[in-house]
């Protein structure tokens, strides 16, 4: 089973739509969970951390299910500018802390 | 705005030569870390340093593989002997604290191609 798995689309929606991703883990030593977003060829860029009580900026919201294993991101009213890969990320502790991505989810946001 | 920058950004080598890849941290960060993304696929961790000396490697980072930091500024990783399975975008990054509390900030990447 892969450490982190996601969808990897490619989700298209139009503008204004609202869209989910969901990750899944499978090291319960996970520490911290995060979103990245990355741009065709670009470097990933944080987009947000992720907290058990579940945390919103803006238009996005995230949420972590330690118990599921399962992490989630909801972005509402969706903009052309959304459009990137999302990638799911995760903090694994083995006697040092290593960072795990996601394969990453597509999304295209047309007009 | 501070920013991590890599030098070169792009570099082509033939299989067997040793390239050093370069960057430079944000000032006051004191976590460093190498990835690497082969065209299509995932983002890989490669390593983490802090203090002077690795904190954690993945298996990928086998002897092939070293880093350095040779003064106060600059964090390397050189690869001794490309394969052609070497190229791939490599990715710099550095914290203020570990990876576990702290935002990682990346750099631009320096895509490598070995012929």
């Known amino acids: 089973r892969k450490e982190v798995e996601q969808d990897p689309g490619p989700f298209n929606v139009p503008e204004g739509a609202t869209v989910a991703f969901n990750c899944t883990y499978s090291n319960s030593a996970s520490q911290s969970f995060f979103w990245y977003r990355q741009d065709c060829r670009k470097e990933p860029k944080l987009l947000m951390s992720?907290?058990?009580s579940g945390n919103e900026d803006g238009r996005f919201t995230a949420q972590l299910n330690r118990a599921s294993q399962y992490i989630s991101l909801l972005i509402r009213d969706s903009k052309l500018s959304d459009s990137a890969t999302y990638l799911c990320v995760v903090i694994l502790y083995t006697g040092g802390f290593k960072t795990i991505f996601g394969a990453g989810t597509r999304l295209f946001v047309k007009a | 705005e501070p920013e991590v920058t890599q030098t070169p950004s792009h570099q082509v080598t033939q299989m067997g030569q040793e390239v050093i890849l370069r960057c430079v941290p944000i000032?006051?960060?004191?976590?460093f870390y190498w990835y690497r993304q082969i065209l299509g696929q995932k983002v890989e961790f490669l390593v983490s340093?802090?203090?002077?000396?690795?904190?954690?490697k993945s298996e990928i980072f086998d002897d092939q593989f070293s880093v350095e930091r040779p003064d106060g500024s600059n964090f390397t990783l050189k690869i001794r002997s490309t394969k052609l399975e070497d190229s791939a975008m490599y990715f710099c990054?550095?914290?203020?604290?570990?990876?576990?509390?702290?935002?990682?900030?990346f750099g631009p990447g320096t895509r490598l191609l070995v012929l």
């Open positions: 340093f802090y203090n002077n000396e690795i904190s954690e």
């Open positions: 990054a550095s914290s203020l604290g570990g990876a576990a509390l702290e935002t990682q900030y």
């Open positions: 000032s006051n960060h004191l976590y």
């Open positions: 992720v907290y058990s």
